[in-house]
């Protein structure tokens, strides 16, 4: 297999986020050959198509990151039956462009309660023609825990299934080419 290049993206802005220690868990359970980077979303500004022909320099670095993944890895919290607004706001930066066109993505969900948003976001990727590899999408039960994402990797009940995941991902992108 290829190596390829994964961008984890949280779509919580919290220090002690679930989505981000799940995340922060990814690069030491991803399969060999596979590079795990993160992309914060705190310095993108709220959407504005007025921009698009001066792009601001945390929009630009957004769009490069995720043109140069292989795939997305996105952990978002569900906000009153909804995708989060930093998770929905990042992906309408993305819209214009063609970085995100065809990309594959797996979403991993910190909880195991959250019924409206993951549905929600799922949409939202494919209607942006992206490529949702289910078999790599996973619920686990983080939420309300004080979990970092050595404590994910070192609890057995969380890293099997999560490397389960990331092996389906690492194969549905390898067998795209």
């Known amino acids: 297999m290829n190596a390829q290049r ?26 060999p050959g596979v590079r795990v980077v993160s992309h914060p979303l705190d310095a993108l500004p709220p959407f504005n198509p007025d921009l698009e022909d001066a792009l601001p320099a945390s ?17 978002s919290p569900e906000y009153a039956h909804g995708v989060s607004g930093v998770m929905k706001n990042a992906l309408d930066w993305l819209v214009a462009g063609p970085e995100f066109v065809g990309k594959p993505v797996a979403l991993l969900n910190a909880t195991t ?19 949702v590899v289910d078999a790599a999408g996973l619920s686990l039960p983080l939420l309300g825990g004080t979990r970092d994402g050595a404590a994910i990797v070192a609890e057995p009940a969380f890293a099997t299934p999560l490397r389960a995941a990331l092996a389906a991902f690492a194969t549905a992108i390898a067998a795209r080419g």
């Open 6 to 31: 994964w961008l984890a993206v949280c779509g919580s802005l919290r220090r002690q986020s679930s989505n981000r220690a799940l995340l922060d868990a990814l690069p030491a359970l991803a399969p």
């Open 113 to 131: 309660r959250a019924e409206f948003a993951p549905a929600q976001l799922a949409e939202t990727l494919r209607t942006m023609s992206g490529i």
């Open 59 to 75: 929009v630009r670095a957004w769009r490069a990151a995720v043109a140069a993944a292989d795939g997305l890895l996105i952990s």
